[in-house]
């Protein structure tokens, strides 16, 4: 199905139904379809054709929201970019995927006019709120005549082309088409649980998979998509409460702000039903705090990407709190031996219990073709018929998968292999420990050691006591335990939560007192 007529259906369902709000206002499926008519009459008018992209500099709305399906009525494909990007990043997605146009705000108008400069093609400019500049406003295409545009629909066209957060490197932008997103939505809502008519907190931002994914299924379901265009726990809490928002659908980052905000807000949250997860690994310390907080109906660690959407989803955390489960409706899962040089083929899988990296299936229809302008990183990627993840994780002995880290984050210490997220799954257990990144550090005689960066929660807990707890907790080898422990005031994260360990490992990071007043190193031993 085309993600156009997806749409439409909704509205002719459930034209009554509400879809979308924001700061600015509130409609229903049959306003909005008809809004989203009028801005894909006006794009037309400024020259956008079937084929072309137009990027989106803007953080979560309605206008967003719009001009994305806007799009697809003209057979043509959204660009939504991180609306934090610098004027150079914004510039190299613009000319990089040659988009015609974009659509921006008063907040990022500044970093685009200068994108603007060095990315010629793009000569359609859309403001949303008053335009300024020559740039047309969003209320502008709103008032355009409602022509019904009438281009192909074909399910293999491009609807969205999102670049990947990534942790390294330039960002690869990831083109995918209708059925690629139309298969993603409905296997979302049967993976999360979805019904008629959800709310959900439309927060996670649009130029994320999550997000977008979040929009899309609500759309199917004659849902509320409730934008939060900025994130602030107690504001979001008070949404929550006054929208009866029913599903949330948000990184570990963001529950952990939540969850550690309940007691202090007066909020009824008894409306919030269905909790999932994504981006990064939930720690088993607060997947515990949500399930007691929240007691939901559901609860699901969605494993996933951009590129491929869903790989494996865990709907029973309370009996296993760290697994990812078991592979999609769409895929299937493999554990293979990881190699950084990413020469590994297939069929070269690690027994059962041991950790390699992660391989999805990518004939699944969730899955996309390859990178946009990128072959070599497609040939990294995509090796016969695989999807390669670049994570790394092991089957369990019901055949559950768990996510322990990245191929590149992996540490190995006097020739031994130590995974970041079992580490740290121990280390967040302790109450004085608030936030926690392991990473390798080089290291003359061991090759690299075990470092935590701890944040503390109040006084901050000893090197000593952190130790003590990896003995006794009886989860890790003694030689997995940290050497260095660097107590600092934030771990610095992607926005789709992913821990930014490269500028822990270059010194990038703001200790709570001097370093040399930190007494964290703990000599290793060979009995270790
Ligand atoms: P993105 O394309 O931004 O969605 O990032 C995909 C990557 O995020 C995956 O390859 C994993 O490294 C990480 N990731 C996503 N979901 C999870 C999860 N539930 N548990 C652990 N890591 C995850």
New binding site residues.
């Given amino acids: 199905m085309h993600l156009a007529t997806m749409l439409e259906l909704a509205a002719e369902r459930h034209p009554e139904a509400e879809a979308i709000v924001d700061e600015r206002g509130r409609y229903t499926y049959a306003r909005w379809h008809e809004r989203i008519e009028h801005v894909a009459a006006g794009l037309a008018e400024l020259g956008v054709r079937a084929g072309e992209f137009v990027a989106c500099v803007t953080r979560n709305s309605e206008a967003m929201a719009t001009v994305y399906f806007a799009l697809h009525r003209l057979g043509a494909a959204a660009v939504p970019l991180n609306f934090r990007w610098s004027a150079g990043e914004l510039a190299y997605a613009l000319r990089d995927s040659g988009a015609v146009g974009v659509l921006y705000e008063q907040t990022t108008a500044g970093r685009v006019a200068e994108a603007l400069g060095q990315a010629p093609g793009c000569r359609i400019r859309v403001q949303a709120g008053p335009a300024a500049d020559g740039a047309v406003s969003f209320a502008q295409l709103v008032a355009s005549g409602a022509r019904r545009p009438t281009a192909a629909r074909r399910d293999d066209d491009i609807n969205v082309m999102l670049y ?2 990534g942790t390294t490197g330039r960002p690869k932008g990831v083109p995918r088409t209708h059925r690629n997103d139309y298969a993603a939505t409905v296997a979302m809502i049967i993976e999360h649980g979805l019904g008629r008519f959800e709310r959900t907190l439309g927060v996670m931002p649009l130029y ?3 997000g977008l994914h979040s929009l899309l299924s609500m759309v199917f379901l004659n849902g509320a998509f409730i934008v939060m265009s900025q994130f602030d726990p107690d504001a979001a809490l008070r949404l929550v409460a006054r929208e009866r928002i029913g599903s949330l659908y948000l990184v570990p980052t963001l529950f952990h702000e939540l969850v550690r905000r309940c007691a202090e807000v007066p909020a009824d949250l008894s409306c919030v039903r269905k909790l999932a ?5 939930m720690t088993s310390t607060l997947v515990r705090a949500l399930i007691d907080r929240f007691r939901p109906e559901t609860f699901v ?7 491929v959407y869903i790989h494996s989803t865990n709907a029973r955390l309370e009996a296993s709190p760290t697994s ?1 489960g078991r592979a999609a409706f769409h895929t299937r899962l493999r554990v293979v031996a990881a190699d950084p040089d990413r020469r590994v083929g297939p069929e070269e899988v690690v027994p059962q219990g041991e950790v390699g990296e992660i391989i999805v299936d990518a004939r699944s229809p969730e899955a996309f073709g390859g990178y946009h302008n990128r072959p070599e990183a497609t040939a990294r990627a995509l090796r016969d018929g695989w999807y390669f ?3 790394t994780g092991y089957l369990d002995d019901r055949g559950e998968i768990h ?1 322990t880290g ?1 191929v590149d984050d992996m540490i190995i210490t006097g020739g031994e292999n130590v995974h970041p997220v079992e580490v740290e799954d121990v280390l967040a257990s302790h109450p004085g420990v608030l936030d926690v990144a392991v990473v390798g550090l080089p290291d003359e005689k061991w090759g690299q050691i075990v470092a935590a960066f701890v944040v503390p929660a109040g006084e901050a807990p000893t090197p000593e006591e952190l130790d003590r707890l990896c003995l006794e907790s009886r989860r890790l080898a003694p030689f997995k335990r940290p050497r260095r422990y660097v107590f600092v005031r934030t771990i610095p994260r992607t926005a ?1 939560g ?1 821990i930014l360990r490269r500028e822990l490992r270059e010194g990038r990071y703001e200790p709570v007192a001097p370093m040399e007043e930190q007494a964290g190193a703990r000599p290793q031993t060979t009995s270790d």
Avoid at 277 to 281: E, L, V
Avoid at 301 to 307: A, D, P, R
């Fill in positions: 990947t957060s994320h998979t999550m997860f994504a981006g990064a690994p660690n969605h494993y996933g990407s951009t590129e990812a993840t670049g994570d996510v990245r789709s992913k």
